[in-house]
């Protein structure tokens, strides 16, 4: 099975929520800008210079904005919204790790989704041991915080390691969420991960049913989409696998995962429909 698809800004928030900041990695989870507050125009012109491929200049640009606002965390959610929108998700990590450095202590809920954004994006550089190194340390900030206790247990999903440790605390993070009234999205982007790590545990009828429950919580999500139809094939279930990738096709038409994903789905349902033995399936991309 090909890359996974979190190619956008909004998908890197799957599993770590920004609460200040659209749902995708993967997540997972693309990004998009902070809703309720305008861009400032420096990092609008820094934005621009990724688009147009000048990376020297962008991050010129971006260490100048970052001098000047060195304890204003939503200069640094911007700046790293851009950076992952273009997918530079080296500058990402940098800018989030500077970020949650600069930040006062007693901020701790921002120190937490800034390492949770590094983190995520070490885990889109295919780094898992930075990832889950990352994640550590958010947890330490805030040991009972959702959003740190779900970005240690889908780091350990992603590297396929610790993962009873991995179900016990994204559980609990599920639990303090609902607790705290927490909004459906974020609760989905917790239940997703939960349903990701019974799947690489192999207990697929859990993952199915974690899974469609997190992309009811959160269905405007092309990572649960996809999630859930990996765990349908798993299941030999092509068919219910086929509906969760139009559905993230519907979200996504152009996300190339997406599309070869499906075409996969296709090719393996005519055989069968064909009564011509289908290949077995690739193992998915747990980079998601």
Not at 108 to 123: E, F, K, M, P, T
Not at 182 to 211: H, M, N
Not at 257 to 263: D, Q, R
Request: with cysteine; net charge neutral; proline share 6%.
């Amino acid at each position: 099975m090909p890359r996974e698809p979190r190619v956008t800004i909004i998908s890197l928030l799957r599993r770590f929520v920004l609460l200040t900041i659209v749902i995708s990695l993967s997540g997972c989870a693309a990004w998009e800008s902070i809703r309720g507050r305008v861009t400032p125009p420096s990092v609008l012109a820094a934005e621009e210079s990724l688009r147009r491929g000048d990376r020297a200049r962008a991050v010129s640009q971006i260490d100048a904005i970052a001098a000047s606002n060195p304890k204003d965390h939503l200069v640094y959610l911007d700046i790293v919204a851009a950076c992952s929108k273009y997918q530079q998700y080296d500058l990402t990590a940098k800018y989030a790790l500077i970020g949650a450095d600069k930040i006062p202590t007693d901020q701790s809920r921002i120190r937490v989704r800034l390492l949770s954004v590094a983190g995520n994006a070490y885990d889109r550089l295919g780094e898992p041991s930075k990832m889950i190194a990352i994640s550590k340390q958010a947890l330490q900030v805030a040991p009972n915080e959702p959003e740190a206790l779900n970005g240690l247990g889908y780091a350990y999903a992603q590297a396929g390691s610790n993962l009873n440790e991995a179900v016990d605390l994204i559980t609990r993070a599920i639990r303090i969420a609902k607790e705290n009234d927490a909004q459906p999205a974020e609760i989905g982007a917790y239940v997703d991960s939960l349903g990701w790590t019974y799947y690489k545990l192999k207990r697929t009828k859990d993952a199915i049913e974690y899974l469609s429950n997190a992309a009811e919580l959160t269905p405007d999500s092309v990572d649960i989409q996809y999630h859930l139809a990996v765990a349908y094939r798993a299941n030999g279930s092509e068919s219910e696998a086929r509906v969760c990738l139009l559905r993230a096709k519907a979200l996504e038409p152009d996300n190339p995962v997406i599309k070869n994903e499906l075409k996969s789905v296709d090719e393996a349902l005519a055989q069968k429909n064909g009564k011509q033995p289908a290949g077995p399936a690739a193992p998915a991309d747990s980079s998601f």
